[in-house]
């Protein structure tokens, strides 16, 4: 079974261009979780999303970002514009829906605004 | 608001030997979920170990065990037989049903030859 895929690995943009990451959870998994890890702020929760539907967007930031799940096996976190304070590794996490406690992680995409 | 402390930020071992790594939380829910994540230098969360609250039992995982003190809200992990593979930073994490993880600042392991 192919994990959690996260797409771009890397991105390099310069200060003020729109940012898209995307996210393909796990097939049958109904949750789907927005993480950012930075160095002063370690791992937070941006969003999540159950069956589609946004549950808990209390994480976002600021009104440059913003995330949708149009269907069950794709989501992305839009950054518009970006800031170089928004450069951290941004993860997509999973989980199924009996319990759905535990969390499996993609790659992670490594983002630098300049 | 729930908590995650990991007091050790930085430890070490020998290969082969036995480290233990600190956690405690914070919650006033009797009902929720521990993990330890490792985070290896490729920066992929890898799932190493949960526990159920409500289990008594430690969990095991091969190498890798538990000490989870419900009333003293403290979660260790064990590596025993350390091997070079298991450097990395390792996370402890709080959960509680379908919500997000809480996750502790991280101990960075390093193992030597």
């Known amino acids: 079974d192919a994990g959690v895929i996260q797409s771009p690995r890397h991105e390099v943009t310069e200060m003020g261009q729109e940012v898209t990451l995307r996210c393909k959870p796990i097939s049958g998994h109904d949750y789907l979780f927005w993480y950012r890890q930075t160095m002063m702020r370690g791992l937070e929760l941006l969003i999540y999303?159950?069956?589609?539907?946004?549950?808990?967007d209390s994480g976002m930031p600021e009104d440059r970002f913003s995330a949708k799940m149009p269907n069950a096996s794709f989501s992305t976190l839009k950054i518009q514009p970006s800031e170089p304070r928004d450069s951290a590794v941004y993860f997509c996490?999973?989980?199924?829906?009996?319990?759905?406690?535990?969390?499996?992680f993609g790659p992670g995409t490594r983002l630098l605004v300049l | 608001a729930q908590t995650v402390t990991q007091s050790q930020p930085e430890m070490s071992v020998q290969e082969a030997e036995t480290v233990t790594l600190s956690c405690t939380y914070d919650t006033s829910e009797s009902d929720y979920y521990l993990f330890w994540y490792k985070q290896p230098p490729s920066r992929q969360m890898i799932l190493v170990i949960r526990?159920?609250?409500?289990?008594?039992q430690n969990a095991t995982e091969n190498r890798f065990s538990v000490n989870f003190q419900k009333a003293a809200k403290s979660f260790s992990l064990k590596i025993s037989d350390s091997q070079l593979g298991d450097a990395a930073m390792y996370f402890c994490a709080y959960g509680r049903g379908a919500q997000k993880l809480v996750f502790g600042q991280g101990t960075r392991l390093t193992i030597n030859p």
């Open positions: 999303f159950n069956n589609n539907v946004p549950i808990d």
């Open positions: 526990q159920e609250a409500y289990k008594q």
């Open positions: 996490a999973s989980s199924p829906p009996t319990g759905g406690e535990t969390q499996y």
